[in-house]
């Protein structure tokens, strides 16, 4: 009898899995796509590749041993004052200045030259493939959601980590935006959840493309990807250039520091306005993520005039 309800236990969980919790995960590319994908530079051995060479974790069980340690005060103590989406507006906005909304994290919405433009949103209660387990939000005195948004043209993710790409977010604003624009390989995951891959445009780095008469640009990083144990570094990350001839953005995207940041300012810069990765750092990852000195000579390296801190204010992901 245990038995039996042990095999019926492992049953359930199994499709429960499969039902709830695998399709988050997403899915491997097509042969024809993958055809495509073995053709970028920045793809070797089976794998995307780093710009300069890059040590994910050092050394590992010292870092995990670290991150499990109970009252380290990363988490706040009350909600974080937050304000409502002034929807409002932006549906008013006509000035050829951006109106940019951070929302926690690395979550931008950005109205630039009359179009709406919507980067990495995250609104699910946690980093993760699930509701029940993972990193937790940080309580909002108020809290974000879809209904709050005013209508988006364009959706931009830079990778495919779970606090970048929320699956049910992005299924959810997929049917109402006209373009969805991602690095190399990530449409993969959107074509498996339904989402209409004529809407996708991929992006190698220095990719560039005309859209909404906005010259969008993907820009090279230095960190992975991979939303389950056997797909890390399967598709590509990046970070988006957005020039829309009055101003010049930076969303730099996940990434630890390197000198391509004077490379990024060399060839698209000077921007008016940078948003930079400065948060999930730690002295046992340097390589894919920035201390807050390394985000600052980041913007320097650009040569942006503003800049802004983002990757913070919502998730505990690291030790710092």
Known sequence: MILLVSILLIIILVVMFMLFVRPQMGSKPTAEHLNLIQQSANYKGGIFVNPVSTIMTRPPNEAFREMMKKGDERTPLQAIETQAIETERYLQHASEKALITWLGHSSFLIKIKG??????????????LSDLVGPKKFPYTIDHHLDDFPPVDLLLLTHDHYDHLDHKLVKSISKNVSKILVPLGLSAHLVH???????????????????????????????FSGRSLTDRFKTLWCGWAINSGAENIYISGDSGYSEGFKSIGERLGPFDFAMLECGQYSRFWPDIHMAPEESVQAAIDVNATKAMPMHWGKFKLSIH
């Open 193 to 223: 959840w339904g989402i209409d891959k004529d809407k996708i445009i991929e992006f190698d780095w220095w990719d560039e493309l005309i859209i909404e008469g906005l010259t969008i640009t993907a820009t090279p990083g230095r960190h």
């Open 115 to 128: 179009t709406t433009l919507l980067v990495d949103p995250v609104l699910s209660k946690r980093a993760s």
